[in-house]
């Protein structure tokens, strides 16, 4: 699908757009409403993705969601570092952002003009 507002190419169930960043809840022609899934980001990781994943999951800053899991790994009573390793191995991993499309090489025009 292509991102409203950038309108470059992301796949189909992103959250949010790889390159502007901008939330993705418009329903692609001929579904009736994307599901939403929990994945772990490709794009916004630190160890493997999982605080991203959340974050995007949510609508969050996954600095936030950094900040509140450290703290609780802190924090004896949750034992944040194994929910951290679990949700490494359950969740799933979001597929890479989709490359750029390449800018056209700069060519010089035969009529530009010439700098001496
Ligand atoms: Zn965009």
């Not at 959340?54 to 194994?82: M, Q």
């Not at 490494?88 to 700098?115: D, K, M």
Request: contains cysteine.
């Amino acid at each position: 699908m292509n991102c409203p507002n950038c309108r470059r190419d992301i796949a189909d169930y992103s959250n949010f757009c790889y390159f502007c960043g901008t939330r993705q809840n418009v329903a692609p022609a001929g579904c009736a409403q994307v599901q939403k899934r929990l994945l772990r980001s490709a794009v916004d990781s630190k160890i493997a993705g999982v605080c991203g994943g959340i974050a995007e999951y949510f609508g969050v800053d996954s600095t936030i969601v950094r900040l509140l899991w450290i703290v609780a790994a802190i924090c004896p009573p949750f034992p944040a570092v194994i929910a951290y390793l679990v949700g490494w191995i359950i969740i799933p991993l979001a597929p890479p952002p989709v490359a750029a499309p390449p800018q056209p090489a700069h060519t010089e025009a035969p009529n530009s003009a010439q700098t001496a």
